[in-house]
């Protein structure tokens, strides 16, 4: 089988194995050609529909950055399988990190990268950025990068016109070609070999296509699109051998699998995406992915589930990260309850010996009595604390009012009787004695016993 039948023919299966089933959004109009050879690029192509999607990648499991509605007209620079890979359109946009990308004091609308590889995301609409997944490009130290609108920052992001090596795609069933990008003229100065100088414009139209107003901004004018000397000689020399030589064996047919099996994974794979979104609508605490992993687990590790293995993976990688995140804060929820419950038992328990004690009298707590130096009337309400024979703060205590307050001076560092109730405080496991008088008490003499 001839070069150009094989790469037919994978086209045709990647196609099946990515669920190329129509897709409401995505085939509101047909193009009704079949054209016989695929255009050399770079090429003006022609939108054929409305409210076509244009991708952040080649396949529709990528998310859409715009749409775009017939007779606009995009600069193609390559092909992916049955996508057309294409200069970002007008109104496009990327984001980077903030946090790489120091401002310009006299226009703030150009930054320059601080960092090496530093990555450039596919920007749209309805995605967050912290959450748009396509990656167009890196950029290192030195690079510029044009702010769309440096006041408004989405979070740690800001964001960008596509840089110049920024692509994104659309699927050629909605395109119509028109015509090879024209190249403009160059104008050297006169010397020797200006003949031979002029007749390189054709490679000039393959390496630099010329910046339209509907399809590109001036900014990403300056990209060099590589030639493919591969791709024109496929359009050429495999023809012929295609009119000579017939394989009789076609060997990648058995290969390929069971197309209708990979077709419905793959239809599984995207109905299951759907559901997924569903879920993370839901509140963290009530989202489950248990079904769903289970069913991409299953269709990943089938063996002829063929690239719809590359969905399944996909989807997979998302649920990890979707479950470590409900994981963290199932986690805080369970530490925050702990505490809860280990001050509540510390409050049972100092109550509890509170019962126990034998005849309190009017006092319910009794002990030295000084002030907090963590408690204070520059962090709020002023607290005493309460302390035992030997030293060890029993409670804290707080004054119920300033009258109460004020007959202490005296007392601090004596011991004394509290008159008044048990009050909680959340924050702190001690137990706090809001109190109503404070009485000093009598200091027990020491009995000497003699041998005798």
């Not at 790469?7 to 990647?14: D, K, Q, S, T």
């Not at 050297?188 to 509907?214: M, N």
């Not at 051998?241 to 290969?255: G, N």
């Not at 328990?349 to 009337?377: C, H, N, V, W």
């Amino acid at each position: 089988m001839t070069s150009r039948n094989s790469i037919l023919m994978m086209g045709l299966v990647w196609i099946a194995a990515c669920g190329w089933t129509q897709n409401p959004t995505d085939t509101l109009v047909k193009s009704g050609q079949n054209q016989e050879k695929t255009p050399q690029v770079p090429y003006i192509a022609e939108v054929i529909g409305q409210d076509v999607y244009v991708r952040s990648g080649a396949g529709t499991a990528y998310y859409f950055t715009t749409k775009l509605n017939a007779p606009a007209r995009v600069t193609v620079v390559d092909h992916k399988f049955s996508w057309a890979v294409i200069l970002p359109p007008e109104g496009s946009f990327s984001w980077i990190y903030k946090n790489y990308v120091k401002l310009d004091p006299s226009n703030p609308k150009i930054g320059t990268v601080t960092g090496d590889n530093v990555r450039i995301w596919a920007g749209a609409e309805k995605i967050a950025p912290a959450n748009s997944s396509s990656m167009q490009a890196k950029l290192n130290t030195g690079d510029l990068v044009h702010l769309i609108d440096p006041a408004g920052t989405e979070g740690d992001y800001y964001k960008i016109q596509p840089p110049i090596s920024a692509r994104l795609y659309i699927s050629t069933e909605y395109l119509k070609y028109i015509g090879p990008v024209k190249a403009e003229p160059v104008i050297l100065p006169p010397r020797t070999g200006t003949e031979k100088t002029e007749s390189s414009p054709p490679v000039t139209a393959e390496k630099t296509p010329p910046a339209k107003a509907e399809t590109m901004s001036p900014a990403r004018t300056e990209q060099a699109t590589p030639t493919k000397p591969q791709e024109t000689k496929e359009e050429t020399t495999p023809v012929a051998e295609t009119e000579t030589k017939q394989d009789p064996q076609p060997t990648p047919v058995p290969d390929i699998g069971n197309l209708d099996l990979i077709r419905k994974l793959a239809a599984q794979c995207t109905e299951i995406g759907e559901q997924i979104a569903k879920e993370l609508q839901k509140p963290l605490a009530e989202q489950n992915y248990t079904t769903f992993k289970e069913a991409l687990t299953e269709i990943a590790n089938n063996p002829d589930a063929g690239a719809a293995k590359t969905y399944a993976d996909f989807y997979l990688q998302r649920i990890a990260a979707f479950e470590l995140v409900k994981k963290t804060s199932d986690d805080l929820t369970n530490i925050e309850n702990s505490l809860q419950k280990a001050r509540q038992q510390i409050h049972r328990e100092f109550q509890a010996k509170l019962d126990d004690m034998p005849d309190r009298g009017k006092y319910i707590l009794q002990g030295i009595i000084k002030p907090s130096s963590i408690y204070t009337s520059k962090t709020g309400q002023k607290r005493y604390t309460i302390s035992n024979d030997a030293g060890r703060i029993i409670a804290y205590a707080v004054a119920a009012d300033t009258l109460v307050e004020l007959s202490l001076p005296n007392l601090i560092g004596q011991k004394v009787g509290l008159v008044g109730k048990i009050i909680q405080d959340p924050n702190n496991p001690v137990t706090l004695i809001q109190f109503t008088q404070a009485e000093p008490l009598p200091v027990k003499a020491d009995v000497k016993t003699t041998n005798r």
